[in-house]
Nanobody, 114 residues
Framework: QVHLEESGGGLVQAGGSLRLSCAASGWTFSYNTMAWYRQAPGKQRELVAQITSGGVSDYEDSVKGRFTVSRDNAKNTVYLQMNSLKPEDTAVYYC????????WGQGTQVTVAS
């Protein structure tokens, strides 16, 4: 059974850092481009970062230079290192394949205080 579990969120002051993790199970993780998404209150879920099976990454413009996505295929885990956090980064963060193939996990809340 496919399962996505995000962790690592929390409350941080503006300018701070967090590292999110997403543990995936139930399929051959290494075959897929994986992605991080976020959903702020009252807004649609948006793509934040993506990483191919070979490690090539891309980012939404507002997080370029601040966020870094990485993956460990042996551990079926994808990470999101978030630095220089801003209040507008406040959201629930989710992972999934780039095609949003699987059911969403519960996400992890990131709150950035000004």
């Amino acid at each position: 059974q496919v399962h996505l579990e995000e962790s690592g969120g929390g409350l941080v002051q503006a300018g701070g850092s967090l590292r999110l993790s997403c543990a995936a199970s139930g399929w051959t993780f290494s075959y897929n481009t994986m992605a991080w998404y976020r959903q702020a209150p009252g807004k649609q879920r948006e793509l934040v970062a993506q990483i191919t099976s070979g490690g090539v990454s891309d980012y939404e413009d507002s997080v370029k230079g601040r966020f870094t996505v990485s993956r460990d295929n042996a551990k079926n885990t994808v990470y999101l290192q978030m630095n220089s956090l801003k209040p507008e980064d406040t959201a629930v963060y989710y992972c999934n394949t780039l095609r949003r193939t699987y059911a969403w996990g519960q996400g992890t809340q990131v709150t950035v205080a000004s």
